[in-house]
Nanobody, 122 residues
Framework: QLVESGGGLVQAGGSLRLSCAASGRAFSSYGTGWFRQVPGKERMLVAA????????SYAESVKGRFTISRDNAKNTLYLQMNSLKPEDTAVYYC?????????????????WGQGTQVTVSS
C-alpha cells in the first residue's frame, strides 16, 4: 500500500514537499517514482529513483526544480518541488516498480498510491 501526502494549493514560485509512505511489499528492494496526471491525459513521469537511491531520472520539465529522494529505513519516498509553475498543476501519484529501477514508464509499475492534488496558482 502506498499513501501520498503533502499536496495542496500554492502560488507560482512556491514550494511543496510530497511524501509517499509504503507498507506491505519490500519497499527497499524496488525502484520507485512520481508521476502526474491531468484530466484527459496519460500519467507522465515526473521523477524516478532506483532501489537504493543512487540513481535518479527526471522529466525535462522539472529538472533543476524538483528533487526525488527515498528513506528506505522509513519506507518513504519524497518529492521536493521548488519554483512551482502553473503547468505543474496535476494529481501526483507515487508508484512502486516491478524492478530495481529507476523506471521511466508507468507500465513498469504495479502499485500506485491514491494520488494527491497539487494546484499552482499564477
Amino acid at each position: 500500500q502506498l499513501v501520498e501526502s503533502g499536496g495542496g494549493l500554492v502560488q507560482a514560485g512556491g514550494s511543496l514537499r510530497l511524501s509517499c509512505a509504503a507498507s506491505g511489499r519490500a519497499f527497499s528492494s524496488y525502484g520507485t517514482g512520481w508521476f502526474r496526471q491531468v484530466p484527459g491525459k496519460e500519467r507522465m513521469l515526473v521523477a524516478a529513483i532506483n532501489w537504493n537511491g543512487n540513481i535518479t531520472s527526471y522529466a525535462e520539465s522539472v529538472k533543476g526544480r524538483f528533487t526525488i529522494s527515498r528513506d528506505n529505513a522509513k519506507n518513504t519516498l519524497y518529492l521536493q518541488m521548488n519554483s512551482l509553475k502553473p503547468e505543474d498543476t496535476a494529481v501526483y501519484y507515487c508508484g512502486l516498480a516491478q524492478f530495481r529501477g529507476p523506471i521511466k514508464v508507468a507500465q513498469g509499475y504495479d502499485y500506485w498510491g491514491q494520488g494527491t492534488q497539487v494546484t499552482v496558482s499564477s
